[in-house]
Nanobody, 120 residues
Framework: QVQLVESGGGLVGPGGSLRLSCVFS???????????MSWYRQGPGKQREFVAR???????DYTDSVKGRFTLSRDNANNAVYLQMNSLKPEDTAVYYC???????????WGQGTPVTVSS
């Protein structure tokens, strides 16, 4: 079993920055480096949507609306991923969820989410 704990959300003004963290933990047989890690978000009254992904090999992709503003990185030594969010806009307001998918075999896990509010 895998546990994901997000942190770093909060209230920020338009144009501001936040850095979200997701810490991964599991049994002694769980290896963080074989998981693709993603962030999703769910805004008020909206469906959950994909934000960014970093594969086990370190490749990244982003939804178009955050390209050039958000950067996703991973630290395999500390079992964590970080989403650096710059130039935040009100439409980025959402609960942000961390997701882990095992690249070989079953395994799809979600964190509890961290709220981000962009408002003046």
């Amino acid at each position: 079993q895998v546990q994901l704990v997000e942190s770093g959300g909060g209230l920020v003004g338009p144009g501001g920055s936040l850095r979200l963290s997701c810490v991964f933990s599991g049994s002694i047989f769980t290896i963080f480096s074989v998981y693709d890690m993603s962030w999703y978000r769910q805004g008020p009254g909206k469906q959950r949507e994909f934000v960014a992904r970093i594969t086990s090999s370190g490749n990244t992709d982003y939804t178009d609306s955050v390209k050039g503003r958000f950067t996703l990185s991973r630290d395999n030594a500390n079992n964590a991923v970080y989403l650096q969010m710059n130039s935040l806009k009100p439409e980025d307001t959402a609960v942000y969820y961390c997701n882990a998918i095992r690249t070989l075999g079953p395994g799809n896990f979600w964190g509890q989410g961290t709220p981000v509010t962009v408002s003046s």
